[in-house]
């Protein structure tokens, strides 16, 4: 989930189990959601997005998870894996048809081999 | 295709000394972002440029200008550097979808 301060929440999952990150947005107007992962020293890469008129989208090895009703968002990773180690952000769009970007403070996935 | 790029990757300043971060894209994308990085903050966005010759502020611009050059370029001035401004920039941009594509980052110090 979202982080408070400066400690971002850390979910530890061993090598193979499925992993499921959390986050809570705050715009109701928002139509747009996007999940980046960052690794180590890099910058923010996408995994998968999803619109306001949609529940579920599946990737490879990804699903996003849409609430609207308790403006909840997660996404779960199968069968993770050591390179699935990362810091993961939610982000949303500002309103609808907005292209800002507002991302949430991140999740930290560690995977233990 | 190089993506986003941007430049330097490090940089380390004295308070009150200027510089400018350097951001390219080659995806001929209209929109184009900077963002600042601090420990268990997220992104926060600096500044937009919606398309070339329009920039407008975004959630912490304070300290900050920006000139979007032309449809490929857009750089980060700090006129007066302060040790607050220590942070990760990241340049991002995006062409007609909502997807935001990240440059590698500039680590800034002000001592």
């Known amino acids: 989930g979202e982080s408070v301060g400066l400690h971002l929440p850390t979910l530890s999952v061993q090598e193979g189990d499925n992993s499921i990150i959390n986050c809570a947005y705050s715009n109701s107007a928002s139509d747009y959601f996007i999940w980046y992962k960052q690794e180590s020293g890099k910058g923010p890469q996408f995994i998968i997005d999803?619109?306001?008129?949609?529940d579920k989208r599946q990737g490879q090895r990804v699903t996003v998870l849409l609430n609207k009703t308790v403006k909840h968002l997660s996404l779960q990773i199968a069968a993770t894996q050591p390179g699935d180690s990362a810091v993961y952000f939610c982000?949303?769009?500002?309103?609808?048809?907005?292209?800002?970007?507002?991302f949430g403070k991140g999740t930290k996935l560690s995977v233990i081999p | 295709n190089a993506g986003v790029t941007q430049t330097p990757k490090f940089q380390v300043l004295k308070t009150g000394q200027s510089m400018t971060l350097q951001c390219a894209q080659d995806?001929?994308?209209?929109?184009m972002y900077w963002y600042r990085q601090d420990p268990g903050m997220g992104l926060r966005l600096i500044y937009y440029s919606a398309s070339e010759g329009t920039t407008d502020k975004g959630e912490v611009p304070n300290g900050y200008n920006v000139s979007r050059l032309n449809k490929r370029e857009f750089s980060l001035r700090l006129e007066s550097a302060a040790p607050s401004q220590t942070s990760v920039y990241f340049c991002?941009?995006?062409?007609?979808?909502?997807?935001?594509?990240f440059g590698p980052g500039t680590r800034l110090t002000v001592t």
């Open positions: 991002a941009s995006s062409g007609s979808t909502y997807e935001q594509y």
């Open positions: 995806m001929n994308h209209n929109s």
């Open positions: 999803i619109r306001s008129n949609m």
């Open positions: 982000a949303e769009n500002r309103g609808a048809g907005s292209y800002q970007l507002t």
